[in-house]
């Protein structure tokens, strides 16, 4: 049948209309100005680590001190997360993503503007608020424009991120050394804002090239209304519908987080006390893991095409559950030792690397901002009782058996993982039905329901981020 033009005859079947016009949604193949708010999220935190050394001794603080002042950070990450959804949700997580981008850049430099305990303890706590902010709505945009693209973007970006990191570090551990805290923290925060300057009006700009795209295309379909927006009251219908499953998620997304922090906050700790070694061979090790991490997030998006999501949650876990074992015991085994902990680290590294971008995805596509926030909320609680169960019990069994309940996690959650396995995209798209779609099925956005475990990825593909 030869192409006809848009709306010459209306007795034409809606599916062959559809089949014959082209999908007006722009494929995001180089999110480029994403890309860079990732490495950016990765940078600017990295370098105020570096120099928590010295703000400690700048303002004069004991180690309790200094705990009390990171907890307010902790503290004012969890509030800004309880409203940080709403807020992406009522003005755009674009808005949202570059003016916490600016704010968190501007931030920066407060904690080396800090003369005593407790303004360092403030200083910690806004930029922990406009950190969880900018998380919300980065990852949040993400899984709009991956949605968007057909293309599983996320692990790639967090990859970019966990880069963005390594990069931060090593720069601020070079600055360090040469700069004061409040001259280093101020150059890198002027840094980011020109960054955030540069790429924000480029995302801004792709969002509303795809909003109205997307506008368009609704406006063309048969048998659909102009996306004039959700309501409050249909938000919180769907919000309901996928909360549980949201939670499951969480649960998963919660494991990983303590295996993660895990192995960030005790690795070095335990190559030196537990198989003797150096520093320099402990900081290695650790370094090691982090790159396992990166590289892994690199190869997530072929590995989700090939094998799907349930099998890199499912057998993430196993891998992770395995290499955090050999990396505990390796000073038990006979004939083991560094070397085969740095390759249980390795192991590690690769097995988690891909599972939270997973469940963000998920999470975001379930619930839009809001699922995102249930899974930082989630993972926080991960990574902030990670290091009191260990601590407690390391100091009772030793730090190899402490090490070990990352491995009871993973297993755990691998399961988790295989009971979602329905609320996973498939390995590859479904083909799509021969009749006309449903109103639900036209109307529906990515936040709603399945019907089936088993959703076409073209249909989420036209859907409206």
């Known amino acids: 049948m030869s192409a006809r033009p848009r709306g010459a005859d209306s007795s034409l079947p809606a599916q062959e209309s559809a089949a014959a016009l082209p999908d007006p949604t722009p494929k995001t193949r180089h999110p480029v100005p994403l890309a860079v708010f990732f490495a950016l999220v990765g940078f600017v935190p990295a370098n105020w680590l570096v120099r928590v050394p010295d703000v400690k ?70 930029f922990g608020m406009a950190q969880s902010t900018f998380n919300i709505a980065l990852n949040s945009t993400a899984v709009e424009v991956a949605t968007a693209s057909g293309n599983p973007l996320m692990p790639t970006l967090h990859g970019i991120f966990s880069v963005g990191g390594l990069v931060g570090a090593a720069l601020g551990g070079l600055l360090a050394d040469h700069l004061s805290p409040v001259v280093h923290l101020g150059l890198t ?7 955030t300057a540069t790429a924000g009006p480029a995302l801004l700009r792709s969002g509303r090239a795809t909003a109205a795209a ?6 063309t379909a048969p048998g659909t209304a102009a996306p004039d927006g959700s309501s409050d009251a249909d938000r919180a219908n769907s919000w309901r519908r996928v909360r549980w499953i949201v939670l499951a998620f969480g649960l998963v997304a919660a ?108 999470a975001g596509a379930l619930g839009g901002p809001r699922g995102v926030s249930r899974i930082s909320m989630s993972a926080s609680l ?19 058996l402490a090490l070990s309940t990352v491995a009871v996690l993973a297993v755990l959650a691998a399961g988790v993982a295989f009971a979602l396995r329905g609320w996973t995209r498939p390995r590859t798209p479904a083909p799509a039905t021969s009749g006309p779609p449903t109103a639900a099925a036209a109307t529906s956005g990515t936040s709603a329901t399945p019907t089936t475990p088993t959703t076409s990825a073209t249909s989420s593909e036209r859907s409206k981020p």
């Open 57 to 126: 001794a700048q303002v004069g603080a004991s180690a309790g001190d200094l705990g009390l002042a990171l907890l307010c950070g902790s503290l004012g990450s969890l509030a800004a997360l309880t409203v940080a959804a709403r807020i992406c949700e009522r003005f755009g997580t674009r808005r949202v993503l570059v003016v916490a981008g600016f704010a968190l850049c501007a931030i920066l430099v407060l904690p080396g503007l800090a003369g005593s305990v407790r303004a360092l303890g403030a200083a910690l706590a806004f």
């Open 189 to 195: 925060a002027l840094l980011g804002l020109a960054v």
């Open 214 to 219: 997307t506008a368009a295309a609704a406006a």
């Open 382 to 400: 991960g990574i902030l009782s990670q290091g009191p169960l260990i601590g407690f019990v390391a100091d009772r069994r030793g730090l190899p």
């Open 255 to 362: 494991c990983t987080a303590f295996g993660e922090y895990a192995s960030n906050n005790w690795a070095a700790l335990h190559l030196r006390q537990d198989l003797g070694a150096t520093a320099a061979v402990a900081g290695y090790g650790y370094a090691t893991y982090a790159c396992a991490i990166a590289g892994g997030r690199f190869l997530g998006a072929r590995l989700i095409r090939r094998l799907g999501e349930t099998a890199v949650l499912s057998g993430g876990f196993a891998l992770a559950a395995v290499g955090v074992l050999v990396a505990s015991w390796a000073g038990h085994l006979p004939g083991a030792g560094l070397p085969v902990a740095f390759a249980g680290y390795v192991v590690l590294g690769l097995g988690l690397a891909n599972v939270y971008p997973v469940c963000i995805s998920r």
